[in-house]
């Protein structure tokens, strides 16, 4: 998975990993926001599902989620398992 960034997020106590770029314009979008379990990209204002990564609305398509497990106090990111 080298050269692809990862943002991963605690939400009303679930993990969560995604692709860190916005699908429509390469944006990082850990300089947006979440809210309402929605992730927003600050540039042309696409908003991606948090959940499903499923474009919600912006000139944006889904955004590929990964799978996340936590054992004891460590937060493992399944890289294999991209929902693209």
Known sequence: MQGHEIGVVLW??????????????D???HFGYIEDGCIH????YGV????????KSGPVTDLPKYGVRVIG???QVELNDAKD
């Open 41 to 44: 990209c600050p540039i042309h």
């Open 48 to 55: 991606y599902d948090l959940e499903t990564g499923m474009a």
């Open 12 to 25: 009303e106590g679930r993990w969560h990993a995604f692709s860190n770029r916005c699908t429509h314009n």
């Open 73 to 75: 106090e460590d937060v």
């Open 27 to 29: 944006f990082q979008l």
